[in-house]
T-cell receptor, first 113, second 115 residues
Framework: AQKITQTQPGMFVQEKEAVTLDCTYDTSDQSYGLFWYKQPSSGEMIFLIYQGSYDEQNATEGRYSLNFQKARKSANLVISASQLGDSAMYFCAICRTGNQFYFGTGTSLTVIP | DAGVIQSPRHEVTEMGQEVTLRCKPISGHNSLFWYRQTMMRGLELLIYFNNNVPIDDSGMPEDRFSAKMPNASFSTLKIQPSEPRDSAVYFC?????????????FGPGTRLTVL
C-alpha cells in the first residue's frame, strides 16, 4: 500500500524567509509521481509542483522547489521568500500507476508578518 | 478556460434525504475522481473514472453511495439515504489522460452538511 507521511501538523515562518515542508512516502513501485497541493482557507485545492520518480533534477516552479531524495523516499517542498498569501494547508501526494492519488494528512503553514 | 465545475457549492439536508452532487470536468480530460475530505480522515479517494468507465470504486464507503458518469462532461455522486457522518467536503477532480505524471485539477468542492 502507498503511504504518505507529513510529520509537521503546523509550521510558522517569518515573511520573506524560506520554509521546508516535509514529506516521506512508502511505495514499492518503481515508477510514481509526487505532487504538492495548497489548500487555502477558501477550500480549493491548488496544484503547486510535480516530481517524477525518474526525474534526476529537482522540480522547481517559481518560489516552489521540491527536494527529492529518492533513496530516502522523501519529497520535501521548499517555499522561498514566504508571503502572507502562502498561509494555507499543504498536502503531499503520491500517484502510482493507474492514476490513483494518495494524500498525506497535510501541514498547516502560517506566515508571520 | 473553465476549470472543474461542481454544484452545489453548499448543501444542507436532513438525515435520510437523497443528496446528488454534480461535477463537470475540464473539457478534454479523460479521468475523473471523486474525493471526500474530513478532519478525521483527511482526503479520501472515493471512485475514479477513465473514459467514463468506473475503474476503482473501492473507496466508496457503502452501498448508500453511488457514482455515475453518463458522458465525458458530467458526473454525479449520489448518497441515499444520507446520514450525519456523511458531512464533509466532496471534491471532484479531473486529469488529462490518466498517466502517471498527470496533474489532477480540483473543483471548488461541495460542502455537505447532513443534520
Amino acid at each position: 500500500a502507498q503511504k504518505i507521511t507529513q510529520t509537521q501538523p503546523g509550521m510558522f515562518v517569518q515573511e520573506k524567509e524560506a520554509v521546508t515542508l516535509d514529506c516521506t512516502y512508502d511505495t514499492s513501485d518503481q515508477s510514481y509521481g509526487l505532487f504538492w497541493y495548497k489548500q487555502p482557507s477558501s477550500g480549493e485545492m491548488i496544484f503547486l509542483i510535480y516530481q517524477g520518480s525518474y526525474d534526476e533534477q529537482n522540480a522547481t516552479e517559481g518560489r516552489y522547489s521540491l527536494n527529492f531524495q529518492k533513496a530516502r523516499k522523501s519529497a520535501n517542498l521548499v517555499i522561498s521568500a514566504s508571503q502572507l498569501g502562502d498561509s494555507a494547508m499543504y498536502f503531499c501526494a503520491i500517484c502510482r500507476t493507474g492514476n490513483q492519488f494518495y494524500f498525506g494528512t497535510g501541514t498547516s503553514l502560517t506566515v508571520i508578518p | 478556460d473553465a476549470g472543474v465545475i461542481q454544484s452545489p457549492r453548499h448543501e444542507v439536508t436532513e438525515m435520510g434525504q437523497e443528496v446528488t452532487l454534480r461535477c463537470k470536468p475540464i473539457s478534454g480530460h479523460n479521468s475523473l475522481f471523486w474525493y471526500r475530505q474530513t478532519m478525521m480522515r483527511g482526503l479520501e479517494l472515493l471512485i475514479y473514472f477513465n473514459n467514463n468507465v468506473p475503474i476503482d470504486d473501492s473507496g466508496m464507503p457503502e452501498d448508500r453511495f453511488s457514482a455515475k458518469m453518463p458522458n465525458a462532461s458530467f458526473s454525479t455522486l449520489k448518497i441515499q439515504p444520507s446520514e450525519p457522518r456523511d458531512s464533509a467536503v466532496y471534491f471532484c477532480a479531473s486529469s488529462p489522460a490518466g498517466g502517471l505524471g498527470d496533474t489532477q485539477y480540483f473543483g471548488p468542492g461541495t460542502r455537505l452538511t447532513v443534520l
